[in-house]
């Protein structure tokens, strides 16, 4: 994989309730990624950019909703996220709080 698709797999970190409850239990992290990229670049990818072992990667995709915006109907856009887990001994940070 080239340096180029390396910045491009990772959209960012997907921050919710579920996300912090599945980094707390599981030692996992919840990325958006492109739609297109598959389990092999996702790992590559934190690998490189965040310094640390991945030991598994699971990926969903959400199905956009349909929406109404006043008289016309809209529809929000697919999303694709990957659940990292890290092996031990490796965390990420996302808080940007120094220790």
Not at 12 to 30: D, L, M, W
Not at 35 to 54: C, G, Q, R, T
């Amino acid at each position: 994989m080239n340096q180029e698709r390396i910045y491009e797999v990772l959209l960012g970190p997907h921050i919710s309730e579920k996300a912090t409850v599945v980094a707390e239990k599981n030692r996992q992290f919840v990325f958006r990624v492109r739609p297109d990229a598959n389990k092999l670049e996702i790992k590559a990818a934190v690998e490189k950019l965040f310094n640390v072992k991945v030991e598994s990667v699971n990926t969903t995709i959400t199905k956009g909703k349909s929406k109404r915006f006043g008289r016309s109907l809209g529809r929000r856009s697919d999303l694709k996220k990957a659940y990292v887990a890290l092996k031990e001994g490796f965390d990420l940070d996302f808080t940007g709080a120094a220790e």
